[in-house]
């Protein structure tokens, strides 16, 4: 007996029904980004590892998914690595290329590479799979889509602003209740020196993005683990405590890192971030949240993330200002700020609040029963003027008994059913049942286009 074909772990199938549920998430969230001037590209699903190595810090570069190089590649590894069983070395030997991890690196590679093309400040977004060899959790797979949007090439925080109303409308159109958390990666940095630890940014920053996962106590113990001070942790402490209104707070911390030119900086920078924010009239609450990191090496600025209101789960949405990401690749001080809408994650909130609109399980809105070879006949110029109209339909391609076909509408979901026998034949029309109510009547083509219209 064969065995059962599987699918690998943090991976999915999906049906037509969620495809169309998927497909109408895309298409809200492209709507928005098209409203606001972006522009569409897509770069491929793998990159040289030389592109992607390096950019997502330590515990990023582990999650990366590597491709075998193509031919004999075991040929060329000395026999002493394979003694040593020194897998990072071997892997380097053998795989040249890696699945994208995210859509940010990439596209920073993409501007480089394309500079001469492109007008800048150059705006655009990118709806594509990306794959992390991570723990498959819920809400956390190991192949997802991102709904990215970048702009490139200007400092101005009016691109912030621009990102916020965005994830605004976004969220205003899926009906999803969110919360928008904001920090700056510059007054993390004063954080960082004011408690002594400026060259441990970085493991400070990881750490602290866990503190919802595992809570503060264990946040300190990876703090220690990680070589920051007793002396620095316990100055930390009070601070990623900080409360209040989002003014009181920048106030408060404000006053403890005065001495960080670097964090006062960050500071402003919110400050304006929020003025001009506060000038619009948005629909989510907007809340400074000094705790978030974001892990990622790359963030200079501003930092974004959007938690659902109504269910427990990740963050749906994520960003940030980076302003050299490009300098890795040979183009220094071309700064760029982006967010990235978490589709799975958002198709999973939407799932268990029921916000899928109904008609997003229709797939065709009229189906025609087959009869026989007459009524075929008949219904084939019917069912081509269906289609001219602009509506969905099919006819079904057996003369199966009447309850079979029947069944099958029924299990699509598809609104209206025609049929067509040896009376509406002589009269030249129709009979069309609407399935929701069970209604039976007589109709001519353009009664029925009318009466589908009416629906739409």
Not at 76 to 96: Q, R
Not at 129 to 142: E, L
Not at 270 to 292: A, I, M, R, S
Request: hydrophobic letters at 40%; one cysteine or more.
């Amino acid at each position: 007996m064969s065995q059962k074909p599987s699918i690998p772990k943090g991976t999915r199938d999906f049906f037509p029904l969620l495809m169309a549920r998927r497909n109408f998430i895309f298409d809200t969230i492209k709507s928005v980004f098209l409203l606001y001037g972006y522009q569409e590209i897509e770069t491929p699903a793998m990159e040289n590892l030389s592109t992607l190595m390096g950019k997502y810090g330590e515990e990023g570069d582990k999650l990366l998914f590597k491709i075998l190089n193509s031919g004999d590649f075991a040929a060329k590894i000395p026999d002493e690595l394979i003694a040593d069983k020194d897998s990072a070395k071997i892997t380097n030997m053998i795989s040249e290329k890696g699945l994208r991890y995210d859509l940010t690196v990439p596209f920073a590679r993409f501007v480089v590479q394309n500079r001469n093309e492109l007008i800048f400040p150059f705006k655009r977004f990118q709806i594509q799979p990306v794959w992390r060899a991570d723990r498959p959790q819920k809400g956390r797979y190991r192949e997802f889509y991102q709904c990215d949007v970048d702009v490139i090439g200007s400092d101005s925080l009016l691109n912030e602003v621009e990102l916020v109303q965005i994830v605004d409308e976004v969220f205003k159109r899926l009906n999803i209740n969110v919360t928008l958390k904001i920090n700056n990666r510059k007054i993390l940095a004063g954080i960082a020196e004011t408690i002594g630890e400026p060259e441990r940014i970085t493991e400070i920053t990881i750490a602290i993005d866990k503190l919802d996962k595992i809570g503060i106590e264990n946040v300190m113990k990876e703090l220690f683990a990680n070589g920051v001070s007793p002396e620095s942790v316990e100055k930390l402490k009070p601070i990623l405590e900080l409360s209040g209104t989002n003014i009181e707070k920048l106030n408060k911390i404000a006053t403890v890192i005065s001495s960080s030119e670097t964090g006062l900086k960050g500071i402003e920078e919110v400050k304006t971030l929020f003025g001009y924010l506060n000038k619009l009239q948005l629909n989510l609450p907007v809340e400074l949240d000094l705790t978030l990191a974001r892990g990622l090496n790359y963030y200079t600025g501003a930092i974004f993330e959007v938690k659902a209101s109504d269910v427990e789960i990740g963050s749906i949405t994520g960003g940030g200002r980076y302003d050299d990401l490009t300098g890795i690749f040979g183009l220094p001080g071309v700064s760029g700020v982006g967010i990235s809408f978490g589709a799975d994650r958002i198709f999973d909130v939407m799932e268990q609040l029921n916000l899928f609109p109904e008609e997003t399980s229709t797939t065709t809105t009229v189906f025609f029963v087959n009869f026989g070879e007459k009524e075929t006949a008949y219904l084939l110029p019917i069912v081509n003027e269906i289609r001219k109209a602009g509506y969905s339909c099919e006819l079904y391609p057996d003369a199966a008994k009447l309850k079979k076909q029947m069944a099958y509408a029924n299990r699509k979901n598809i609104p209206y059913v025609v049929m067509a026998g040896e009376n509406e034949m002589k009269s030249g029309t129709l009979t069309l049942k609407t399935m929701e109510s069970g209604e039976q009547k007589e109709v001519s083509l353009s009664q029925l286009i009318e009466r589908i219209g009416h629906r739409s």
